[in-house]
């Protein structure tokens, strides 16, 4: 009797270590995988912050006037110039700007803000038909003002224009994978303090 109450305990007394082993090891195991989850989508964030360049080209004609009045205007000295302009715009979105954080107890990528769009405008001007004023004749000055004006108007363009939304596509795109991969490992990606419950709704981040 005594012999079967000390193998009856010895079973016990084994069976608590293999819970006790199991529960460990499943602990670590689980650790393991949260780890390996939170570095491959620190990864893949990585892998997108980078420059999301969209490029156009726009010509136009411009007339430059300038005109300076002398005594009350009884006189007056204008001179007139024909400008082309074949300009290079680029909208720019620097990713390695994108704040984020990961919460890996929580299993949640969180968005604080997104980077702005950089218009960059290089144009390149050809003038004809310099007509100097009597009292009124071109200087740099002329030149740097007619340069600042026609990148104006280009920025004017492309706000009206469809660069700047394809821009923003191109942004959402590469946010997009973020979002699939998180989803699949079942992590949650929150923006704004929501969280994204299908890709189509990442699409609001520039609204």
Same mark, same amino acid.
């Given at each position: 009797?005594?012999? %079967?109450?000390?193998?009856? $305990? ?9 819970? @006790? ?12 995988? %949260?780890?390996?989850?939170?570095? %491959? ?19 136009? @004609?411009? !007339? ?11 006189? *007056?000295?204008?001179?007139?110039? &024909?400008?082309? #302009? ?5 909208? @720019?979105?620097? $990713? ?13 990528? &969180?968005? #604080?803000?997104?980077?702005? +769009? ?11 038909? %310099?007509?100097?004023? @009597?009292?009124?004749?071109?200087? +740099? ?9 026609? #990148? ?11 660069? =700047? ?6 942004? =959402? ?8 991969? #998180? ?11 929501? *969280?994204?419950?299908?890709? !189509? ?7």
């Amino acid at each position: 009797m005594k012999n %079967l109450k000390t193998l009856i $305990l010895g079973a016990l007394m084994m069976l608590a270590i293999v819970l @006790i082993y199991d529960y460990i090891k499943g602990y670590r195991t689980e650790q393991a995988n %949260l780890i390996a989850q939170t570095e %491959l989508i620190e990864k893949e964030v990585q892998s997108v912050s980078k420059l999301i360049v969209t490029e156009a080209s726009y010509g136009k @004609i411009y !007339t430059y006037e300038n005109t300076k009045s002398y005594g009350w205007d009884y006189f *007056s000295s204008q001179k007139t110039a &024909v400008v082309i #302009s074949n300009a290079k715009a680029q909208v @720019i979105y620097d $990713l390695k700007n994108l704040e984020y954080s990961i919460d890996s107890e929580r299993k949640e990528i &969180v968005f #604080s803000k997104l980077p702005d +769009a950089t218009i960059n405008i290089n144009p390149n001007l050809n003038f004809y038909q %310099l007509d100097n004023g @009597i009292l009124n004749t071109f200087e +740099a000055k002329d030149f740097n003002s007619m340069k600042q004006k026609i #990148s104006k108007d280009i920025e004017r363009q492309i706000r009206n224009s469809d660069i =700047l939304k394809n821009a923003d596509e191109r942004l =959402l795109i590469e946010l997009t994978r973020i979002f699939v991969l #998180s989803n699949s490992m079942g992590w949650t990606v929150v923006y704004d303090g929501k *969280s994204v419950e299908n890709a !189509t709704e990442i699409t609001e981040f520039k609204d």
